[in-house]
């Protein structure tokens, strides 16, 4: 069956730091990946999209790579503050038309610590 | 950026009524609204797929009878929850996509959804 599995469910580091994201899937082939933060008792933010044959993206302090090969994602935030603190989640795309659905990882919450 | 709305941002209601929760895109046209529901610490689940002037397409498990959608508009769709019961109690989040071409989709800030 398909599944995403975005690593430990939580992730503590240092102010300053580099903070690594982990997102796998199986039996997928995602047309695109998006991360999104969400945090507590709001909806999620989009940060950014990465299509299938895009290997890296990035925006600013973040960073996004694509290896269709391990099937994964890994979604880094350099130089991290403590207002990155989020739940940042995953999500996969199999439809490249408007009525693609998405579908989300369980979600890593960060913190990070001054 | 796009802005999507959600009203009310939190309901409180008794067993067996129903609640209706808006969801509207503000500076741009949604050809697809979704409705998602989110347990605590969980992901966000698919309920329905919305598209504009159509019926909602809703995922399995999830009755159409209960949660009413309607998308009357490009810019407005409505999930209600009818004869609510407490293991309705859930935070319900729209989103909305915009054009024909691949993109991210917005959402809205949520309604919390307390069923006594």
């Known amino acids: 069956s398909q599944k995403i599995e975005q690593n430990s469910e939580a992730l503590n580091i240092q102010e300053g730091k580099t903070a690594t994201l982990t997102c796998n899937y199986t039996?997928?082939?995602?047309?695109?990946l998006q991360w999104y933060r969400q945090d507590p008792g709001r909806g999620p933010v989009f940060l950014l999209l990465?299509?299938?044959?895009?290997k890296e993206k990035r925006k600013e302090r973040l960073k996004v790579t694509f290896d269709t090969t391990l099937k994964q994602s890994l979604f880094h935030i350099t130089a991290s503050q403590p207002a990155d603190s989020a739940t940042y989640l995953c999500a996969l795309d199999r439809s490249n038309t408007n009525a693609g659905k998405s579908t989300f990882g369980d979600g890593t919450t960060l913190t990070v610590k001054p | 950026g796009a802005v999507v709305s959600q009203h009310p941002s939190w309901v409180i209601c008794k067993s067996g009524t129903s609640v209706k929760i808006e969801c509207r895109s503000l500076d741009f046209q949604a050809t697809t609204m979704f409705w998602y529901r989110q347990f605590p610490k969980q992901s966000l689940m698919l309920m329905a797929t919305?598209?504009?002037?159509?019926?909602?397409?809703?995922e399995q498990g999830v009755e159409k009878d209960k949660f009413l959608i309607n998308h009357a508009s490009l810019t407005l769709s409505t999930l209600t929850v009818t004869s609510a019961h407490p293991e309705d109690s859930s935070f319900y989040i729209c989103?909305?996509?915009?054009?024909?071409?691949?993109?991210?989709?917005?959402f809205g800030p949520g309604t919390r959804l307390t069923v006594l």
């Open positions: 989103s909305a996509r915009e054009g024909d071409f691949v993109n991210e989709q917005f």
């Open positions: 919305s598209n504009e002037g159509s019926k909602a397409t809703y």
């Open positions: 039996n997928y082939s995602p047309a695109y």
């Open positions: 990465i299509r299938e044959n895009e």
